[in-house]
T-cell receptor, first 114, second 111 residues
């Protein structure tokens, strides 16, 4: 089974802090993704990466950056946390290109910015 | 128009009922289709892929209509444990590995 592990289930930070969310997958997947999920808005893609050191902006990248130094690890960084970044953050991974490549999700991190 | 549209529900059905959800997608070039299940405050989990010929997995049947650009999920003999939100998922316009998630249809199965 694919295992995607997010470093924290719950996290509380203060406005202006730099926040790091870590994600590790153990299936040698090429692609990794960061989403946030808010009530009524569904899953929104923040950033994704299709290879080591490669990254692409998703639909809502503002206020975030990412790092992928190793294939198995994809980090999401909130440069200066703000209250509107309080959300559920979900990391996912999938194999390479081609059709029918489902994404497998970690447990999620509930982040609260005070 | 949203890329993937679903009726948010909730669908409230008794145990043992048959229930069906539909989902429409806007990109006629999409090639990959899935249904995911998400329990309250949990991560989405893959329920099943949806193939052109239609496919079945136990009590769950998924169908794809490319001409009308919709996907359906049929659940027979509903169980209490089927209560969840069901997300319709389609691959993105610009890549095969980027997926677009619908906002989900909520199902409540009552005793």
């Amino acid at each position: 089974d694919v295992k995607v592990t997010q470093s924290s289930r719950y996290l509380v930070k203060r406005t202006g802090e730099k926040v790091f969310l870590e994600c590790v997958q153990d299936m040698d997947h090429e692609n990794m993704f960061w989403y946030r999920q808010d009530p009524g808005l569904g899953l929104r893609l923040i950033y994704f990466s299709y290879d080591v050191k490669m990254k692409e902006k998703g639909d809502i990248p503002e206020g975030y950056s990412v790092s992928r130094e190793k294939k198995e690890r994809f980090s999401l960084i909130l440069e200066s946390a703000s209250t509107n970044q309080t959300s559920m953050y979900l990391c996912a991974s999938s194999p390479g290109t081609g059709v029918y490549q489902p994404q497998h999700f970690g447990d999620g991190t509930r982040l609260s910015i005070l | 128009r949203k890329e993937v549209e679903q009726d948010p529900g909730p669908f409230n059905v008794p145990e043992g009922a048959t229930v069906a959800f539909n989902c429409t997608y806007s990109n006629s070039a999409s090639q990959s289709f899935f249904w995911y299940r998400q329990d309250c405050r949990k991560e989405p989990k893959l329920l099943m892929s949806v193939y052109s010929s239609g496919n079945e997995d136990g009590r769950f049947t998924a169908q794809l209509n490319r001409a009308s650009q919709y996907i359906s999920l049929l659940i027979r003999d509903s169980k209490l444990s089927d209560s969840a939100t069901y997300l319709c998922v389609v691959n993105g316009e610009d890549s095969s590995y980027k997926l677009i998630f619908g906002s989900g249809t909520r199902l409540l199965v009552r005793p």
